[in-house]
């Protein structure tokens, strides 16, 4: 079956499981050969939403015949057991569960479709009601201390009442995934099972990024070779910005691309399940909201590729920048007119004193027709500090004002004799 039959069919079942007709659901799921383990995990959801747990039992065991990796599905499972009073069997799968965390405090299934959060306190809670009912309350009670270890917080109350039962030899229920939860296809393969007839011109947004992937509604505009700089109305949302990524996140679906902890990502927007979508090395990703801290002021003007941003400001004009003062009226002193033939070095091209020398970080290209352009590990001579981020300067022959954080001072203060 071609995938976009696939996901047609997944889209009608779970449609018609939301719709509560069960056996639409079951029929549409039905239609697929060979179903994934998602499929038969939501066949197992259906059987047990119309009171068929037998039936759920042998779906949830194709699911893990089909993926042995996935933790909620013999989590599931380990629920069906114990619903048809197999307590051993239930809680081989709840140790099954727990270790296929990995010592992980929870698995966040969101980004395979399921809306839904297996914490490991939840899975030594479900096996601890196991032990319940096989009159093993000092190892019931030994499961719920080990889950107070893993207990998130604002969860104390609940453990706290549940060691109380076990206490007084009450049985525990077990929990399982909220029913009505199926996996369900991504949004955007839904969206494209449609065809749709686009009228009036198209509008191409584009990059000369390369590898830039980003699309959206924002208007053309010229782009910076290896990093992505947003236009100034992107800035204004605030929930749009800058980001410190607080550690190593691999996306799901992108095997290369490996965001580094500490690296900085531009972000486009967040959504309300806890993920936002970013532009990182000039590439489109999306990443929990939960790894990313706003970027001070020093950090954002850095990337990942080590290249820095240009300010943010239009570059001013290099007239009102910090130069020395000229000497003024006829009635000037000669001291004060030979004072601008003191310093040690002058520039060749206009015969204007050098403050100081700089040399090339990395190479800038000129976005105007006021820019020095120069290449990296290129001299540079400081004529005039136009503004705390921008510098006027000559190199190879040119004058023209450039980002001070292209460059790096090699001596400082001024070249008097």
Known sequence: MAYRELVRRWHQGVL??????????????????????????????????????????RAFNRTVAKDNSLAVGFFQRGFVHLQLEMY????????????????????????L?????????EVLYSMAAVQCRLQQWQEARATLEKAVVWRPEGRTAVLDMAL???????VLEPMQVPLGEFFRPRKKEVEQLDSKDFLGKPKVISS?????????????????????EPSADALRDSETGYCQVLSLYHPEDSEKLAVKARSLVFVLARGADGWATAIYDGQKLRIPSSLLEPASKMEKWK?????????????????????????GGENASANDAGAQMDFKDLDSHSGRPILYRMLAQHP????????????????????????????EGCCNGKTGIFPKCFATQLRCGAAFL
């Not at 479709?113 to 306190?121: K, S, T, V």
């Not at 109380?164 to 009450?170: G, I, R, W």
């Open 303 to 327: 990337i990942s590729d080590g290249i820095p941003l240009p300010p943010a400001q239009v570059p001013p004009s290099p007239l009102h920048g910090k130069q020395k003062p000229e000497s």
């Open 364 to 391: 800038y290209p000129a976005q105007g027709p006021g820019d020095l352009e120069f290449s990296k590990g290129d001299m540079l001579d400081i004529l005039s500090e136009v503004n705390e981020d921008w510098l």
């Open 208 to 228: 000369i990024i390369p590898n830039d992937e980003y699309f959206g509604f924002e208007p053309l505009r010229l782009q910076k070779q290896g990093f992505y």
């Open 113 to 121: 479709g399921l809306r839904h959060i297996l914490y490991a306190w």
């Open 164 to 170: 109380e039962k076990v206490q007084n030899c009450l």
């Open 88 to 111: 051993e069997e239930a809680l081989s799968d709840y140790h099954t569960a727990f270790s296929h965390l990995r010592k992980n405090p929870f698995i966040d299934y969101k980004q």
């Open 16 to 57: 018609a499981a939301d719709g509560g007709d069960w056996d639409a659901a079951l029929e549409a799921f039905a239609g697929i050969p060979e179903p994934p383990a998602r499929i038969c995990f939501n066949v197992g959801c259906v059987e047990l939403l119309a009171g068929r747990p037998g039936e759920a039992l």
